[in-house]
């Protein structure tokens, strides 16, 4: 039924549930226009996940639902009001953003902070991804990091107090080395480099030996010392702590090397 239809009886009152990326953007106008139109009428809105508003709609306790989807979705009458666009969206420090343009296979080299991996959202944004030819990407929620930061074994390192910079390109003419860090938080504690990895085991050495390197290249262009890293698993959801001290750093032989994800 639509908006208009629910309106159209003298002091209705009308509860719509609208995901929340909606609710605050592209619904604005509508309902204005549905309250100018209807002044008798009580409007209630809603701002939930889009699962949430689907929960709402089955259970019959709002008049309707306006969500994200790809297609009709069972068990409900519904119709297309508009379409929304997907858009990424980098830094200008950012290797992409002197980029006119970017292919599916380069697109896939670089992770993204999205929506939480269960959630209904972020499925759409895989299929969505997976039809443009990216056939492998990696999204961390910042809503993850933020239930990571506040766990008792990362408490000490003030996490949760320092800023996050995403996709980070750290350059050392002086060592010979670059490479792009996922993430690298600045806390009152000192700099914390974090490589993020779809592992669903524990961490490789190679992996601590990246750190390694990262740490090498970000007290050299930031003038600090760094003497702990993280490697955050994203299957499991977890971060694990390692200590790179100077006899893990003569592990790392080769001192020319560019750093991959």
């Known amino acids: 039924m639509r908006l208009g239809a629910l309106g159209a ?3 209705v009152s009308v509860t719509v ?4 990326s909606l ?9 204005a226009s549905f309250v100018h139109a209807h002044p008798q009428a009580k409007l209630v809105t809603r ?4 699962e949430r508003v689907v929960e709402l709609l089955r259970a019959q306790e709002v008049d309707l639902g306006v969500f994200l989807a790809l297609g009709p ?10 379409k929304e666009e997907l858009r990424l969206v980098a830094a200008p420090s950012h290797p992409l953003a002197q980029r006119r343009s970017v292919s599916p296979v380069l697109l896939s080299e670089f992770g ?9 959202f972020a499925q759409i944004i895989d299929i969505v991804m997976r039809r443009l030819g990216v056939r492998r990407h990696r999204v961390v929620a910042e809503a993850q990091i933020d239930e990571l930061e506040k766990r008792r074994k990362l408490r000490e390192y003030r996490l949760a107090e320092g800023t996050r910079r995403f996709h980070v390109w750290v350059k050392s003419t002086r060592l010979g080395l670059s490479g792009k860090l996922d993430l690298l938080i600045d806390s009152p504690e000192g700099l914390f480099p974090v490589d993020f990895k779809m592992t669903t085991g524990q961490p490789h050495r190679n992996h601590v030996m990246q750190l390694c390197g990262y740490a090498r290249l970000l007290e050299d262009c930031y003038q600090g010392e760094v003497t702990k890293g993280f490697v955050y698993l994203i299957p499991q959801n977890d971060a694990v702590v390692f200590d790179l001290t100077e006899e893990q750093r003569g592990k790392q032989t080769n001192s020319s090397a560019r750093f991959a994800e």
């Open 112 to 120: 993204f902070v999205g929506g939480i991996a269960e959630s209904h």
């Open 9 to 11: 009886e003298r002091s």
């Open 47 to 50: 701002s939930e996940t889009g």
């Open 73 to 82: 979705v069972k068990g409900f009458a519904s119709e297309i009001i508009g």
């Open 17 to 20: 549930a609208a995901q929340r």
């Open 23 to 31: 609710a605050h953007g592209a619904l604005a106008e509508r309902l």
